[in-house]
């Protein structure tokens, strides 16, 4: 298993946010977390990140890098483009010279090498956010967590990213997990959607995502499969 979340308890102050919440993702999978507004989703990412403490239970992840996009791009606004796509491998210890150059050649592949030398404020917020999924991605994650990365964006720039970040997925083979309030996108995007219930959360519905890929928006099994979130939400 590549992330295993046993019996998760976690408290914001006297809040019970999650509460015995269980998971299990395999390596390789992309999964979908979905749940009503203020239940706990962004909680349960910055639990599995290390970033808020637990107050009850256990979270494994399998060892290696972390990729992270979050609902705002959060760059370096000093660094240009390709500063801050090297940034991650800086972090993890790279030259400047070997991050700069692994960041140009994958900056080229995601679409962004004309502008290497802009600025994030010289960017649109679908370039900034296709910015910071080629960071997150550029350090060879093998888990990716992503919470609400294109809830800001118009329609065309959100099916862009979200194909670059199937694509993306397909070549690394590591797992994702992504939290959606879009159901067209959960079931597009996704091998499994899981869904939250109302604070303290907890897992209450799982519904797999059988079809094959590429998947076309707006097939009829999609359609289903979003009733059928849609139902228990
Ligand atoms: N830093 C914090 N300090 C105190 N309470 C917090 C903190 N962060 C979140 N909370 C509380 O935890 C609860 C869950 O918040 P969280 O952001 O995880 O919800 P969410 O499911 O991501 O909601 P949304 O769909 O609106 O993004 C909320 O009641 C919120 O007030
Ligand atoms: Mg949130």
Not at 79 to 108: H, I, M, Y
């Amino acid at each position: 298993m590549s992330l295993v979340i046993r019996d998760l308890s976690v408290r914001r102050g006297d809040l019970a946010v999650i509460d015995r919440l269980d998971l299990e993702i395999a390596p390789g999978e992309f999964v979908a977390l979905t749940g009503p507004s203020g239940c706990g989703k962004s909680t349960l990412l910055n639990a599995i990140a290390g970033l808020v403490p637990l107050a009850g239970g256990a979270i494994e992840a399998e060892r290696g890098s972390l990729g992270c996009v979050f609902q705002r791009p959060m760059l370096l606004p000093w660094r240009t483009v390709l500063d801050n796509a090297a940034f991650g491998l800086e972090c993890r210890g790279a030259s400047v010279d070997d991050a700069r150059s692994r960041a140009r050649t994958f900056l080229e592949k995601v679409g962004l090498g004309r502008f290497t030398g802009y600025f994030p404020n010289e960017l649109s917020e679908g370039m900034k956010q296709r910015l910071t999924v080629a960071r997150a991605f550029l350090v060879e994650p093998r888990l990716v967590l992503m919470d609400e990365p294109f809830s800001s964006l118009d329609e065309t720039a959100r099916r862009e990213l979200q194909d670059l970040v199937l694509d993306l997925w397909a070549k690394s083979k590591c797992t994702v997990l992504f939290v959606s309030h879009y159901l067209e996108e959960l079931v597009y995007l996704a091998d499994r959607v899981i869904v939250l219930g109302p604070r303290p959360t907890t897992v209450v519905k799982t519904v797999p995502v059988q079809l094959r890929r590429p998947r076309g928006i707006g097939n009829e099994g999609m359609l289903g499969l979003m009733e059928s979130v849609q139902r228990c939400r």
